[in-house]
């Protein structure tokens, strides 16, 4: 059961990470960058059920820090 879930986080952070990758990329984006870069490595590294609560503590820690600056 475990194994599924961190495939499942794996892919989404993936998908997400990679997406803030290219726009950071694209716009020249620091923080974009730096959060993609962090949301795809972060569930390779974890177990699947903390994997997934630090992939949603970096996507909304990315989600404040836009709407700060």
């Given at each position: 059961?475990?194994?599924?879930?961190s495939m499942f986080v794996m892919l989404i952070a993936g998908a997400v990470g990679s997406g803030?990758?290219?726009y950071g990329i694209r716009q020249k984006e620091p923080v974009s960058l730096g959060f993609g870069v962090a949301i795809s490595v972060?569930?390779?590294m974890l177990?699947?059920?903390l994997a997934a609560i630090a992939s949603v503590?970096?996507?909304g820690?990315?989600?404040a820090m836009?709407?700060?600056?």
């Open positions: 059961m475990d194994d599924g879930l803030l990758v290219i972060v569930p390779w177990p699947g059920g503590a970096l996507i820690m990315f989600m836009r709407k700060m600056l």
